[in-house]
């Protein structure tokens, strides 16, 4: 197995287990960092950054050029936080694209 099929199987498995706690809106799941970064170290076959990085060339986050988060509005905080952003339809193509058995 190669990290490319490690990064699809774990971003699959995250974000499916972030869909069922978090709502999915405008095509994004939101989350803290604190959260993502929880799910990103348990797996230990990469470094934290080595796998953000990965994740911002794959488009599987939304993200600022220099960081892994954007700024988001915390209605409960009544201010701007940076967090983490799931790109969720590009989970949906990545999903259905790994999932689908060709014959050549």
């Known amino acids: 197995m190669n990290y490319l099929d ?3 199987k774990e971003y699959i498995r995250v974000v499916e287990m972030l869909s069922s ?3 999915i809106e405008n095509n994004r799941i939101i989350i803290e960092r604190e959260k993502f970064r929880e799910f990103l170290e348990k797996y230990a076959y990469m470094t934290f950054s080595e796998k953000t990085k990965a994740y911002k060339a794959l488009n599987f ?3 600022d050029s220099n960081n ?3 700024p ?3 209605l409960e905080l009544k201010k701007t936080v940076r967090k983490v952003v799931i ?3 590009t989970h949906q193509v990545v999903k259905k694209l ?3 058995n060709v014959n050549i």
Do not use: A, R
Request: hydrophobic share 30%.
């Open 6 to 8: 490690l990064i699809i």
């Open 68 to 70: 892994y988060t954007i």
């Open 61 to 63: 986050i939304i993200h």
């Open 21 to 23: 706690d978090y709502p």
């Open 87 to 89: 790109n969720y339809s």
């Open 72 to 74: 988001c509005k915390d």
């Open 98 to 100: 790994y999932e689908t």
